[in-house]
Nanobody, 118 residues
């Protein structure tokens, strides 16, 4: 499994970014996929997930601001982030949710850094 995240950057509070995650060795359309983030000194947390059926789920702190989506043809996962806040600053990763939850996942990508200035 290889996951390549991109799209991060430095934005002012209130700004927007769209993250992308291209995958190989895993088919996104038949796996529940998630976006995770890790801020310095904190544990990695899941912020959004999308099931194989297209159902989505968000952590409370990003509800109404972030949107997760998937392009099955491109095997690419997206995270549209609007209304960014300084507390969204973190390294963002994508990963298959079930494998992460079961502790079986070890193929994290390099991540993409999101920095939000106040």
């Amino acid at each position: 499994v290889k996951l390549v995240e991109s799209g991060g950057g430095l934005v002012q509070a209130g700004g927007s970014l769209r993250l992308s995650c291209a995958g190989s060795g895993i088919i996104f359309s038949i796996n529940a996929m998630g976006w995770y983030r890790q801020a310095p000194g904190l544990e990695r947390e899941v912020v959004a997930g999308i099931s194989s059926g297209g159902n989505t789920l968000y952590v409370d702190s990003v509800k109404g601001r972030f949107t997760i989506s998937r392009d099955n043809g491109k095997n690419t996962l997206y995270l549209q982030m609007n209304g960014l806040k300084p507390e969204d600053t973190a390294m963002y990763y994508c990963a298959p949710i079930e494998a992460v939850t079961s502790g079986r996942f070890g193929s994290w990508g390099q991540g993409t850094q999101v920095t939000v200035s106040s």
